[in-house]
Nanobody
């Protein structure tokens, strides 16, 4: 059974960095579309970034230039390097996997089949 486990969250001051990891099991990250989403208290879960089978990447405008998504096929893991963090980046971060290639709706939560349990990121000013 497919499983995703996030780690790497924590508390940092504004301007700091964190690297989130998502370990996958039950399938290989090289063969699926994967994404990062986040959800702040009282808000809907929103798209952060995705990476396709061919390595193509997409980012939300709010994180473009600050966050970098990547995959390590040998470790079967997904990563999100977050730099220049802002208080508005505070949220629970989730990784997600879609069992086929990314599509035109892959910025939406309902396009994904598997989700991790989330890791909390808190950025103080």
């Amino acid at each position: 059974q497919a499983q995703l486990v996030e780690s790497g969250g924590g508390s940092v001051q504004a301007g700091g960095s964190l690297r989130l990891s998502c370990a996958a099991s039950g399938y290989t990250v090289s063969g699926v579309c994967m994404g990062w989403f986040r959800q702040a208290p009282g808000k809907e879960r929103e798209f952060v970034s995705l990476i396709g089978i061919d390595g193509s990447r997409a980012y939300a405008d709010s994180v473009k230039g600050r966050f970098t998504i990547s995959k390590d096929h040998a470790k079967n893991s997904l990563y999100l390097q977050m730099n220049s963090l802002k208080p508005e980046d505070t949220a629970m971060y989730y990784c997600a996997a879609r069992t086929v290639r990314c599509g035109p709706r892959s910025r939406f939560t309902d396009d994904y089949h598997y989700w991790g349990q989330g890791t909390q990121v808190t950025v103080s000013s």
